[in-house]
């Protein structure tokens, strides 16, 4: 794993996690502790409205916990209602904290590769359905991170658990000048609840 990726985990708090959020976190806990157990592909899907912020963070951060602990079979993806792209302060979070981001086209959704280690495979980030080709069709956990996705799809096909794991959206402070440090915010927010997620699976 990329050296400051590593010190960034290392620094995060899981005990400045507030125990309604653990209550929230443990039904993710749950389905990837069962899976763990009995040695079975865990597929992980993060669903937003939009697809190009909080959900794009959670697939990354996910991932890449379940690197950092060793964690086996985990397979992290991210989809949303509508695809729009993936917005670029996400990006510029992730990059703070160490991620190497490359962009691999130049539409109006990007594709981007995205690297926590030089010899893992790299996470494939750009904004795309929750129900697209490129995700899972069945035997997968829906993790909602919005409530508006959470309320707009009731059923997601598919899906062998709904998890509703939601976090409010940095995209409030855009064209602010804390734009930049509100989306680092939010994204070493998710980070430190999924550092809890995976510290928890035996």
């Known amino acids: ?3 400051k990726i590593t010190d960034q985990i290392e620094d995060l708090d899981v005990n400045s996690i507030a125990n309604n959020r653990k209550e929230l976190l443990q039904s993710l806990i749950d389905f990837i502790q ?12 993060f669903i937003c409205t939009h697809n190009s912020r909080r959900s794009h963070l959670s697939q990354v951060w996910a991932q890449t916990m379940a690197n950092y602990f ?17 917005f ?5 979070a992730l990059e703070t904290s160490g991620f190497k981001i ?18 893992a495979h790299p996470i494939i980030g750009f904004s795309k359905t929750f129900d697209a080709p490129f ?18 799809c009731p059923f997601i096909a598919g899906a062998e658990k709904r998890i509703p794991i939601t976090f409010e959206d940095p995209k409030a402070f ?7 440090e509100k ?14 997620v995976f510290s928890k699976i035996k």
């Open 174 to 180: 855009d064209n602010t000048p804390q734009q930049a």
């Open 102 to 119: 490359e962009k691999l086209s130049n539409e109006t959704n990007p594709v981007y590769a995205i690297k926590f280690s030089e010899i």
């Open 1 to 3: 794993m990329l050296t």
């Open 34 to 45: 069962l899976k763990t157990e009995s040695n079975r592909i865990i597929n992980l899907n």
């Open 70 to 86: 060793n964690i086996k079979n985990v397979f992290c993806y991210s989809g949303g209602t509508e695809a729009t792209a993936l």
């Open 135 to 152: 995700n899972p069709s069945k035997t997968f956990a829906a993790i909602m991170t919005c409530s508006s996705a959470d309320k707009g």
């Open 88 to 92: 670029p302060s996400a990006a510029e």
């Open 183 to 196: 989306y680092l915010e939010r994204s070493l927010q998710i980070a430190t609840e999924l550092k809890y």
